[in-house]
């Protein structure tokens, strides 16, 4: 199993949206920067899970990736509320 | 209502892949006791259509992704575009997803009647100077 | 033989979805729209992320449940979200 | 994990990294996002251990319930509760309320509500607030006594009325000191005049309409 090969560059991916969360200060580029974490944490939760061979942490994979999206809907609602008022 | 059953259990099954007795029967018992919202039966024309748009947009998308990374779009424009008026909110909700998941369009808004508010993107000017 | 082939189609997707996760995400640091940046971010986070997920089917098929889930999931949430934060970010800034 | 686990000590390194993030953010919305995430690399972490029911919970759990809290937390605590009299606001600034928000949000652009002395006031308020993460929300009351009373319960932070002999159109009254001296250095005494009031706890709770009197324990003039 190669899994370091796939693993390595997507953590190396998943650095460019950690440094623009720190870096700019609108709320909805962090927001959107955010966005990419959670979608790229998931994935590579599936992709671990997957080489493997662990069925327990595929499961919670796609479950995070439903979950974390859900999070961020809402976060997104109350950040526009806050911006009306 | 039997739709929301088989999109229930489908999502069951994908879940846990697991076809002992007591696991299709905790399935059917959640899918059944699961408050539903009650919709309007909606046309199964318009279903069947709106599915092969969804696997026709797949191959499109992937296009255009490409289109983006060989040619750089610059400009952006927020056009209103006209989709078939529909009303169930199955339907306006495919829509969304269907000019949303296409990366050069964003649908922003939902007018009534049909109307969506769209982001665009298309290749700007200057792009044909660099290529 | 055919195994080789499907282990290097399987990395060919996988690279394929790499590329464009580093492609999109690459703009998020530049000083552009938006919306543009949620352009290239739906060109990353959903079609780079199914390449990868389709990478592993071809890979390894004994996982595919999970993985058909994991496809349907990215695709709506995702999309979704795309046009939530683009509704959301937009409304705070015109009235009309 | 047959082969090395150095990549997840490399990903740990963004735990401590995220949550130096989260403390060091001086605007709490800031902080929600980046909690959320903290929450994203703490569920990876976890699942790349092998700990799926830990990373299961940090996601649904730390994650979703903890914004969702911190979120409705933040949003109803950060405020300024204005009480005003009714017949003293223009009509379309009562429309700002957050029980009319999303709608008539389009008056705000008339000429003539702007130039009114009282959305003056409130535009000054608002930017002088947003500096200290505030929102200012007007609670409109129909007389003066229940505006007063609303004030000595403590279900307003401060009050604003037509000032009567003073200098500046409008006076402020507030039974917080820190608001105080936020108002008292940023905005100029010629727009307002500010008074602080002391509540005592006792008083708010068992207040009787008729001992006011006693219930002012100190009142300072700007």
């Known amino acids: ?85 | 209502m039997i739709g929301h059953l088989i999109l229930r259990l489908t999502l069951w099954f994908l879940l846990t892949s697991d076809f002992s007795l007591a696991n299709i029967t905790i399935g059917v018992a959640v899918a059944l006791l699961l408050p539903r919202s009650y919709t309007s039966p909606e046309v199964w024309e318009d279903w069947l259509k709106a599915l092969w748009k969804v696997v026709a947009v797949i191959p499109t998308a992937y296009m255009e992704a490409f289109e983006m990374i060989l040619h750089p779009h610059h400009h952006e424009e927020i056009v209103m575009e006209r989709v078939h008026p529909r009303r169930t909110p199955g339907l306006v909700f495919l829509d969304v997803f269907l000019i949303t998941f296409t990366p050069k369009t964003i649908a922003i808004k939902h007018h009534k009647y049909g109307w969506y508010k769209v982001h665009r993107l298309h290749k700007g000017d200057d792009s044909c100077t660099r290529t | 033989m055919t195994e080789n082939i499907t282990s290097f189609v399987g990395y060919a997707f996988i690279a394929l979805g790499i590329f464009l996760w580093f492609w999109g995400t690459s703009f998020l640091p530049r000083k552009r729209s938006l919306l543009f940046k949620l352009h290239t971010l739906s060109v990353s986070d959903i079609l780079g992320s199914i390449a990868i997920i389709i990478g592993l089917l071809v890979k390894l098929p004994s996982e595919w449940p999970l993985l058909i889930l994991a496809i349907f999931s990215l695709a709506i949430w995702n999309t979704i979200l795309g046009y939530v934060l683009a509704y959301c970010s937009s409304a705070g800034v015109d009235h009309e | 994990m047959s082969n090395g686990s150095f990549y997840i000590d490399a990903i740990a390194l963004l735990l401590p990294l995220s949550a130096a993030m989260v403390v060091t953010q001086a605007n709490p919305y800031y902080s929600l996002i980046t909690r959320g995430i903290l929450g994203a690399v703490a569920a990876l972490i976890y699942t790349l251990l092998g700990a799926a029911d830990v990373a299961l919970t940090e996601a649904l759990v730390g994650t979703l319930l903890a914004i969702a809290l911190y979120a409705v937390a933040v949003r109803s605590s950060l405020v300024m509760r204005l009480g005003v009299l009714q017949d003293e606001v223009p009509k379309n600034a009562a429309t700002s309320t957050p029980d009319h928000a999303g709608e008539g949000t389009g008056n705000r652009t008339d000429d003539e509500a702007i130039a009114h002395p009282f959305n003056q006031l409130l535009t000054e308020l608002r930017t002088l607030f947003n500096q200290y993460h505030l929102r200012v929300e007007l609670v409109p009351y129909d007389n003066p006594q229940l505006l007063h009373q609303a004030l000595l319960q403590k279900d307003i932070h401060a009050t604003c009325v037509h000032a009567s002999i003073a200098a500046a159109p409008y006076q402020l009254t507030t039974r917080v000191r820190r608001l105080y001296e936020i108002l008292q250095a940023g905005l100029s005494p010629d727009l307002i005049q500010l008074n602080h009031v002391t509540v005592s706890d006792a008083a708010a709770s068992h207040y009787q309409p008729s001992d006011i009197g006693s219930v002012l324990v100190g009142e300072e003039k700007s």
């Open chain 1, 1 to 85: 199993m190669h899994s370091n090969i796939i693993i390595i560059p997507m953590m190396v991916a998943l650095l460019i949206p950690f440094y623009e969360a720190y870096r700019d200060d609108n709320v909805w580029q962090k927001l959107l920067a955010f966005s990419s974490i959670a979608c790229k944490t998931a994935l590579i939760t599936l992709v671990a899970s997957v080489l493997r061979d662990d069925w327990m942490i595929g499961v919670v994979g796609v479950l995070i990736l439903s979950v974390g999206n859900a999070g961020l809907m809402l976060l997104a609602h109350i950040v526009k509320r806050v911006n009306e008022a």
